[in-house]
């Protein structure tokens, strides 16, 4: 059990969850964007900032969880993407995160939310970027996992790493046209 802020108020109503906040912290599996943007719409003003930690690429289109929400609110749009896992949160752990970002204001809003002596936020522009690495990047990590439950050798996983990275490589240069070190 994770004892939560006095700050944190939990809500099933989503007008509730959304009124008022500066910021939105959106944390939803990728398939169930689409159906959510629809119930946002009516809800979202433009001052609003839509922050997303949802890995995913659309299989028809490519796209990712930022170009949706763009698609659908009318409010400014961040990613955030780890490498980091909640319990590592809660736990005050030392954690990075990349914030990406078109807009600076959004950035200085989320970076100041997560103001934190343990969490350091790099900042990019390249917020497609961000988010495609992120989504393979769990591709790679599921699969390494299995790799390392079933006993693969050290040499097995530096292969599948080694690939999971080309193919990572690929999927931005064929997504964006560039490469970026991110």
């Excluded at 490519?62 to 319990?87: D, M, Q, R, Y």
């Excluded at 390494?144 to 999927?171: C, H, P, R, W």
């Amino acid at each position: 059990g994770v004892k939560l802020d006095q700050n944190i108020f939990i809500t099933t109503k989503l007008e509730e969850a959304v009124a008022g906040a500066k910021v939105i912290i959106g944390a939803i599996p990728f398939k169930a964007l689409e159906s959510l943007m629809q119930e946002l719409k009516d809800l979202v003003y433009m001052e609003q900032i839509f922050c997303s930690t949802t890995k995913g690429i659309d299989d028809k289109s490519l796209k990712v969880t930022t170009e949706i929400i763009e698609e659908n609110l009318i409010c400014k749009v961040a990613a955030l993407s780890g490498p980091s896992f909640a319990i590592d949160l809660v736990n005050k752990t030392d954690i990075a995160f990349m914030l990406g970002s078109k807009d600076k204001e959004a950035i200085k809003e989320i970076k100041e939310l997560f103001k934190f002596p343990n969490i350091k936020i790099e900042e990019t522009e390249d917020v497609i970027g961000i988010q495609l690495a992120g989504a393979v990047k769990n591709a790679i990590s599921i699969g390494a996992g299995i790799l390392e439950s079933q006993g693969a050798s050290e040499s097995t996983k530096a292969k599948y790493l080694t690939d999971g990275l080309i193919n990572m490589s690929f999927v931005l240069i064929k997504r964006q046209k560039r490469l970026y070190l991110l």
